[in-house]
């Protein structure tokens, strides 16, 4: 288990547990991808390292000034296999969660007994733990067009370099937020392929290979 937050009230580290790689500070601190409350959200894979949640967000202070807030959350294997790696739906759950979203606004405030406890009552979307957000009959998900941006996101995984595509590229009028992302994850069968490489919805080909994501949804 470990978390890193960054930013949000400056630009400076706000927690660490446990060991991270060196990751840019002005990738961590850069809006780009951050519009208005937007979330730009996404699965890290760095060489030696797990795998983790990415989060991030523009956030603005008291006094009017705006910052990016990142936070990068490795909950351990126990937590990804419940999941499915299904980074999305662990943002969902994280974020329907009170105590979660206290990760966004006051991360200092978790120990590490804490944090623990928060991502252990988290539980995945539908009665399969195992296979991610089922397939449901939301008539919003094209088929012709999610298998298309399927197809393209476990072809991504192996890539040579950082693929960075607009949602428009598969028809989506903007990018997909975290809940319809964990549905269309969960029709993919394995969740190696959900995870695949590494990716990230909302940044740029810098953000990517910094963060360890091999497919980008840039709608910059």
């Keep these: 288990m470990r978390l890193l937050a960054h930013g949000g009230t400056s630009y400076s580290e706000r927690h660490r547990v446990g060991v991270w790689p060196d990751i840019p500070r002005h990738v961590l601190e850069a809006t780009y991808g951050l519009p208005g409350e937007t979330l730009s959200y996404g699965l890290g894979v ?15 202070t008291g006094s009017g000034r705006s910052y990016a807030f990142s936070l990068l959350l490795d ?14 739906d662990l943002l969902r759950a994280l974020l329907d969660d009170e105590t979660g979203r206290q990760l966004l606004i ?6 590490v007994e804490s944090l623990r406890q928060c991502l252990h009552r988290l539980r995945p979307s539908g009665p399969d733990s ?11 998900l094209d088929e012709e067009r999610v298998a298309n941006f399927l197809d393209c996101w476990v072809g991504a995984a192996f890539a040579d370099e950082t693929i960075v595509a607009a949602p428009g590229a598969f028809c989506f009028d903007a ?9 269309m994850l969960g029709r993919l069968p394995q969740p190696c392929f959900r995870a695949g490489s590494g990716w990230l919805v909302g940044g740029s080909s810098a953000h990517g290979q910094s963060l360890g994501a091999r497919f980008v949804l840039d709608d910059g």
Excluded: C, K, Y
């Excluded at 937590?79 to 980074?87: R, Y």
């Excluded at 006051?106 to 120990?111: A, D, G, L, M, V």
């Excluded at 195992?130 to 919003?140: I, K």
């Excluded at 990018?175 to 549905?183: S, W, Y």
């Design 106 to 111: 006051q991360p200092e405030s978790f120990t």
């Design 46 to 60: 760095l060489e030696s390292h797990p795998p983790f949640l990415i989060v991030r967000q523009r956030q603005i």
């Design 175 to 183: 990018r997909p937020d975290h809940a319809r992302l964990a549905r």
């Design 130 to 140: 195992q296979s991610g957000v089922p397939a449901d009959d939301d008539v919003s």
């Design 75 to 88: 909950p351990g294997p126990v937590v990804w296999g419940d999941f499915g790696w299904n980074a999305a």
